[in-house]
């Protein structure tokens, strides 16, 4: 398995862990749709998923992925990130972004470290007590080794009171390897 692959397996897990059925949870970075058809099978029955993406064939990639009927709310948007503050989403559960580029597509539209954090910032404020965030970052493109950074100063900058935040990969992963933030809201914070 490759570490990509092996990190998303862990992002799925830590999110199985606090989101359940009736849950409103969010996809910032739809691309290829795994992660938002984890988060409908997660939510299902009764529960909402938004799924964000700035790229048509993402959405309709998803839109693919998702042909099996789900026994959830699906709000699939072509939408930037940082312009969640226009979505009535509701409180979160969940959110998961796995940051970069499409795989299969231009790699030159990728996440960028201003408009991650613009929206993290919204995730912060719409987080439920007892809400995790997990933010996969990669390192191996132009600009990913900035956005890793400023995730990770962003992290630094929670109130330590309301959030626990770390990096959950496994030990001895090379400096070099994608990085997995985990972003928990203390549940009586
Ligand atoms: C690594 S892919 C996501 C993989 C996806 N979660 C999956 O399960 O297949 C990153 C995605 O982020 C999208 N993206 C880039 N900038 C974005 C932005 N500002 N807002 C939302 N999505 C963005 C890209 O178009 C790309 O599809």
Redo the contacts with the bound molecule.
């Keep these: 398995m490759t570490r990509r692959r092996h990190l998303?397996g862990l992002a799925h897990t830590l999110i199985a862990e606090i989101a359940g059925p009736g849950d409103t949870v969010l996809?910032?970075?739809?691309?290829?749709?795994?992660?938002?058809a984890?988060l409908a099978t997660q939510v299902s029955p009764g529960g909402t998923v938004w799924a964000?993406?700035?790229?048509s064939g993402?959405l309709e990639?998803?839109q693919r992925r998702l042909e099996t009927a789900t026994e959830c709310r699906m709000e699939l948007r072509l939408?930037?990130?940082?312009r969640l503050q226009e979505l009535d989403t509701g409180a979160l559960k969940a959110a998961?972004f796995?940051?970069?580029?499409?795989?299969g597509?231009n790699h030159l539209?990728?996440?960028?470290p201003i408009?991650?954090c613009a929206?993290l910032d919204v995730v912060r404020d719409r987080l439920l007590p007892g809400g995790r965030c997990t933010v996969l970052a990669?390192i191996g493109h132009p600009g990913g080794m900035e956005e890793a950074q400023a995730v990770e100063t962003w992290c630094q900058r929670l109130d330590p009171a309301l959030w626990h935040w770390t990096l959950a990969n496994p030990p001895g992963t090379s400096a070099t390897a994608p990085r997995l933030f985990v972003i928990n809201r203390y549940p009586t914070a």
């Excluded at 939408?79 to 940082?82: G, N, P, Q, R, S």
């Design positions: 998303t996809d910032a970075t739809m691309g290829n749709g795994h992660d938002t984890f964000l993406d700035v790229q993402a990639a998803t939408l930037a990130h940082e998961m796995n940051l970069g580029y499409l795989p597509s539209t990728t996440t960028r408009t991650t929206a990669y």
